[in-house]
Every structure is written in C-alpha cells, then in structure tokens.
C-alpha cells in the first residue's frame, strides 16, 4: 500500500489543520497508521495512532487533548485533526501503517512522504 499524506500549512499559533493520509494500491482495513513528525537535527517522534479497526487511538503526551485521529474505511484515508497548535508543533509530519501501533518508528515499515505544518505569527 502507497501513503500520501497531505493537508500541511502556515497557520498561527492556536489555529487548526487536519492532516490527511490517503492510501493507494491496497486497503488500510488491516492496518494500524501512525502519525510522526520530524524537525531537522531531531530523532523523528511519534505523534498518534490508530489501530487496524480504529477503535483504538493513541496519542503522546504533548498532543493529547488537543490532536484526534480518525479512520475512514471506506474512504481508505487516516486522519489528524489538530486543533489548537503551537509553534512547538512546527514539523514534517508523516504518516506510516503496519499491523499494529508502536512508538518506535524504526519498526514502521511503510511509509508516506511527509508534510510540512508551520505554526508560527
């Protein structure tokens, strides 16, 4: 399965973007996604998850309350709604699937390109 995740911006601090992670070439009914992110000179981090029925979502601890990850089956796309973001939250964001959530990333083994999410005024 291909991943593309898109929906990356400019927006100010306390703003929202939802991110969107949209498989090809196979379907996300099996598979858990995860969401990571990455600035330059940093390890890349893991952000959430979202198990293969998602039922289940995980989230670290920085992002919680103010991030939700979504599924859509039928659409084949995983979502990240962030809603009031920080400048702190400024990074390449990533989406990836395997067959179940884990936080570290070298165990993900399929990957999307990323995209780039500026919270900044």
């Known amino acids: 399965v291909q991943l593309q995740a898109s929906g990356g911006g400019l927006v100010q601090p306390g703003w929202s973007l939802t991110l969107s992670c949209a498989a090809s070439?196979?379907?996300?009914?099996?598979?858990?996604i995860g969401w990571f992110r990455q600035v330059p000179g940093k390890e890349r981090e893991w952000v959430s998850c979202?198990?293969?029925?998602?039922?289940?979502?995980y989230y670290t601890g920085s992002v919680k309350g103010r991030f939700t990850v979504s599924k859509d089956n039928a659409k084949n796309t995983v979502y990240l709604q962030m809603n009031n973001l920080k400048p702190e939250d400024t990074a390449v964001y990533f989406c990836?699937?395997?067959?179940?959530?884990?936080?570290?990333?070298?165990?993900?083994?399929?990957w999307g390109q990323g995209t780039l999410v500026t919270v900044s005024s």
């Open positions: 990836a699937a395997d067959n179940v959530c884990n936080v570290n990333f070298l165990l993900w083994r399929n």
């Open positions: 070439g196979g379907t996300l009914d099996y598979l858990a």
């Open positions: 979202i198990d293969s029925r998602g039922y289940d979502t």
